[in-house]
């Protein structure tokens, strides 16, 4: 069983930077896909970004693409999402996901395609 841990995330204004991490408690995570959705209140989870276990194929929503960068250390066994000239629409929980194939070579957004998931993080973007 992977378990995901969330960090990070808090209140900025409009405009700001910010970022959330994810980690996995034994270890592994740099074998597998790991990808962030979003939830605002009322709304669906939607797909943010996703990266490969190599870090050589990312995915961006595509109103993140140009201010959101995801990126991974493998040997500290941790995904970051940086979020920058960050807006209002931004608000939401963050979460972090994981599917269960071992290296593999592509960067799924659905959320179907995911298996483990974090408890999340509130990001909230002030007007």
């Known amino acids: 069983q992977i378990q995901l841990i969330e960090s990070g995330g808090g209140l900025v204004q409009a405009g700001g930077s910010l970022s959330v991490s994810c980690t996995q408690r034994?270890?592994?995570?740099?074998?597998?896909?790991v990808a962030w959705f979003r939830q605002a209140p009322g709304k669906e989870r939607e797909f943010v970004a996703s990266i490969i276990w190599n870090g050589s194929k990312t995915h961006y929503l595509d109103s993140v693409k140009g201010r959101f960068t995801i990126s991974r250390d493998n040997a500290k066994n941790t995904v970051t999402l940086q979020m920058s000239s960050l807006k209002p629409e931004d608000t939401a929980v963050y979460y972090c996901a994981s599917d269960n194939i071992i290296y593999a070579s592509r960067a799924p957004t659905q959320k179907s395609e995911y298996q483990y998931w974090g408890q999340g993080t509130q990001v909230t973007v002030s007007s």
């Open positions: 034994a270890g592994r995570l740099s074998r597998y896909v």
